[in-house]
């Protein structure tokens, strides 16, 4: 899998639950969404299209991403603070 980087917000979406128009709705399904999201998906499946829901994809991928956030507040500086992929790695297998 190639490396890349995302930035942005994960919005949750609101799905309605049943209905034909939003008179008709009961409810509401909350879902993460928006264009970064899907962008890290996209990234995450690579070329390959690899198997796995995208809600499971994109756990795993906010999973590596708060990881990496919060390796990289262990020292000062900008990108000489971010972590690799082998320490983000290590870390995620410690808390599973």
């Given at each position: ?5 995302v ?9 309605p639950?049943t ?15 928006g264009?970064?999201?899907n ?5 995450a499946?690579?070329?390959e299209?690899?198997?796995g829901?995208d ?17 990289s507040?262990?020292?000062v ?6 972590p ?11 808390r599973?």
């Amino acid at each position: 899998m190639a490396d890349g980087f995302v930035a942005g917000e994960t919005p949750v979406e609101f799905v309605p639950d049943t209905g034909e128009t939003l008179r008709d709705v009961d409810g509401y399904r909350h879902r993460p969404g928006g264009a970064p999201a899907n962008v890290a998906v996209g990234l995450a499946r690579g070329p390959e299209g690899e198997s796995g829901t995208d809600e499971e994809v994109l756990r795993e991928a906010l999973a590596f991403g708060n990881a990496t956030a919060a390796l990289s507040v262990r020292s000062v500086g900008g990108t000489g603070s971010l972590p690799s992929r082998a320490e983000v790695a290590a870390f995620l297998e410690e808390r599973t």
